[in-house]
């Protein structure tokens, strides 16, 4: 049925699209290069849960409450804001890749 195919293939894409991680910001005083690999280790463990466990329907809260609460250790106001930033890219590009087809086709 193609309804399946495209649903493999739609979880292929989020897949792809969850591997980047967040941009590493520049170094601060309170926050090294150790530091933010804690983010990009956080946010690919957050992300190989997601491939596993997402759904056509999952909604975009449950991405973004999911990516936070596997980030939720990282004090850095400014490794917050890049994981804030590449949460909302995620979560508008998974709108686009299973956003209903409401007209039919
Ligand atoms: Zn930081």
Not at 8 to 32: K, M, Q, V, Y
Not at 39 to 44: H, S, V
Not at 83 to 97: G, H, M, P, T, Y
Request: one cysteine or more; aromatic letters at 8%; glycine letters at 2%.
């Amino acid at each position: 049925m193609r309804a399946n195919h495209s649903t493999t293939n739609n979880i292929a894409s989020f897949a792809r699209l969850l591997e980047s991680p967040p941009a590493l910001h520049d170094l601060t005083d309170g926050c090294s290069l150790t530091l933010q690999y804690a983010l990009t280790t956080a946010w690919g463990v957050a992300a190989n849960y997601l491939v596993h466990s997402a759904r056509i329907d999952t909604p975009p809260e449950t991405v973004r409450s999911l990516f936070q609460a596997f980030t939720r250790h990282i004090n850095c106001q400014e490794c917050l804001r890049k994981r804030d930033q590449r949460i909302e890219q995620v979560i508008e590009q998974w709108n686009e890749i299973f956003s209903p087809r409401v007209n039919g086709s």
